[in-house]
């Protein structure tokens, strides 16, 4: 389900360009975007603080531990760029970096196996990516087609771990000034992966006469907007996010890498306020429930998961600042 989600994200990145255009021709494909928020940034930096919580877990399907985390804190840097581009524009090569330092504190910890209770020092975890991406932009069927073929590659403060990639196909299945359809299809090259090929759609449709829209993405996220004060932009609505990162554990019963991957379900308003045509800021809060945490083997399926835990409801607040090297007036 992670590496579903980010390449989601990836595809309908492409995907969004599309949306802001106003002509249905392929050479208008390229053309950078108007918008005041483009879904594409050249630099993003976040910082994420979420509230304590309580949280319970097994261990090969045993009780294991509960306890509490008093505080959970993430950084996230993101770089973006497209570095080719045929003259047709219909051909574009991007490359991206993140990198992400996440934080945990906790109160007492009580383990089930030999009834005592402790406390942990505070954990420090770093994670790294980049990517290389191919978007071919074309027509079928008189419809705008879009074909992404990208490949990743992460890993922690002991170097690289995983190699990872996947493949796409999107048509466009209608777009007016007010509605834009899409439907598509996602291969997966992980093994990882649960399900290896996984259908997209999405919906953008903004309201008559109204300053609302809808966006709808399947399965990310689910968003009401509307313009608020000259240069800013209101949100309300859910989003399903991934977290994961590495773990070189050396212990009785796990030995070796094991990759945590973690889905949370954030509810909430987002402001975005739009500074100059470059500079955009965003601050969002609400409440996140962690759906899934679960550990495995490095490379294993997360299914054949051998930590599981449950994690209490908790508040959150994200502030973030990106700047876009290519946005015009």
Same mark, same amino acid.
Not at 212 to 221: A, E, K, S, T, Y
Not at 256 to 265: A, H, I, S
Not at 310 to 320: L, M, N, P, S, T
């Given at each position: 389900?992670?590496?579903?989600?980010?390449?989601?994200?990836?595809?309908?990145?492409?995907?969004?360009?599309?949306?802001?255009?106003?002509?249905?021709?392929?050479?208008?494909?390229?053309?950078?975007?108007?918008?005041?928020?483009?879904?594409?940034?050249?630099?993003?930096?976040?910082?994420?603080?979420?509230?304590?919580?309580?949280?319970?877990?097994?261990?090969?399907g045993?009780?294991?531990?509960?306890?509490?985390?008093?505080?959970?804190?993430?950084?996230?840097?993101?770089?973006?760029?497209?570095?080719?581009?045929?003259?047709?524009?219909?051909?574009?090569?991007?490359?991206?970096?993140? !990198?992400? !330092?996440?934080?945990?504190?906790?109160g007492?910890?009580?383990?089930?196996?030999?009834?005592?209770?402790?406390?942990?020092?505070?954990?420090?975890?770093?994670?790294?990516?980049?990517?290389?991406?191919?978007?071919?932009?074309?027509?079928?069927?008189?419809?705008?087609?879009? !074909?992404?073929?990208?490949?990743t590659?992460?890993?922690?403060?002991?170097?690289?771990?995983?190699?990872?990639?996947?493949?796409?196909?999107?048509?466009?299945?209608?777009?007016?000034?007010?509605?834009?359809?899409?439907?598509?299809?996602?291969?997966?090259?992980?093994?990882?992966?649960?399900?290896?090929?996984?259908?997209?759609?999405?919906?953008?449709?903004?309201?008559?006469?109204?300053?609302?829209?809808?966006?709808?993405?399947?399965?990310?996220?689910?968003l009401?907007?509307?313009?608020?004060?000259?240069?800013?932009?209101?949100?309300?609505?859910?989003?399903?996010?991934?977290?994961?990162?590495y773990?070189?554990?050396n212990?009785?019963?796990?030995?070796?890498?094991?990759?945590?991957?973690?889905?949370?379900?954030?509810?909430?308003?987002? !402001?975005?306020?739009?500074?100059?045509?470059?500079?955009?800021?965003f601050?969002?809060?609400?409440?996140?429930?962690?759906?899934?945490?679960?550990?495995?083997?490095?490379?294993?399926?997360?299914?054949?998961?051998?930590?599981?835990?449950?994690?209490?409801?908790?508040?959150?607040?994200?502030?973030?600042?990106?700047?876009?090297?290519?946005?015009?007036?």
């Open positions: 389900m992670k590496s579903r989600i980010i390449s989601v994200l990836i595809v309908f990145t492409s995907l969004h360009t599309i949306a802001q255009e106003k002509e249905p021709g392929i050479k208008t494909f390229g053309k950078a975007l108007v918008d005041k928020f483009p879904t594409t940034r050249t630099f993003d930096v976040q910082y994420e603080q979420l509230g304590p919580s309580n949280y319970n877990s097994d261990l090969f045993n009780n294991f531990e509960r306890g509490r985390i008093e505080s959970h804190n993430r950084f996230k840097a993101a770089f973006n760029l497209p570095f080719y581009a045929s003259k047709s524009k219909q051909f574009v090569l991007t490359t991206s970096l993140r !990198y992400k !330092y996440e934080t945990y504190e906790f007492d910890i009580y383990n089930y196996t030999s009834m005592q209770t402790y406390s942990r020092d505070r954990q420090e975890l770093h994670l790294w990516g980049g990517s290389l991406s191919a978007t071919y932009m074309t027509s079928l069927f008189k419809k705008p087609v879009i !074909y992404n073929a990208t490949a590659v992460d890993g922690d403060e002991d170097g690289f771990q995983r190699l990872k990639g996947f493949a796409s196909a999107v048509i466009v299945l209608k777009r007016t000034p007010s509605t834009t359809i899409t439907l598509g299809a996602l291969a997966l090259l992980d093994p990882s992966s649960i399900v290896p090929v996984t259908p997209l759609f999405s919906v953008n449709h903004k309201f008559n006469n109204s300053k609302w829209d809808m966006d709808f993405i399947l399965p990310q996220r689910l009401f907007r509307r313009e608020l004060l000259e240069n800013g932009r209101i949100s309300f609505g859910t989003e399903l996010n991934t977290e994961s990162f773990l070189n554990l212990t009785s019963n796990l030995n070796g890498v094991y990759e945590l991957n973690q889905l949370e379900l954030k509810s909430g308003i987002t !402001y975005e306020y739009c500074f100059t045509p470059k500079i955009i800021a601050v969002k809060g609400g409440v996140n429930n962690v759906v899934s945490a679960r550990i495995t083997e490095k490379g294993e399926r997360t299914n054949r998961y051998v930590y599981d835990q449950k994690e209490d409801a908790q508040g959150y607040v994200r502030i973030g600042v990106s700047y876009n090297l290519f946005q015009k007036k």
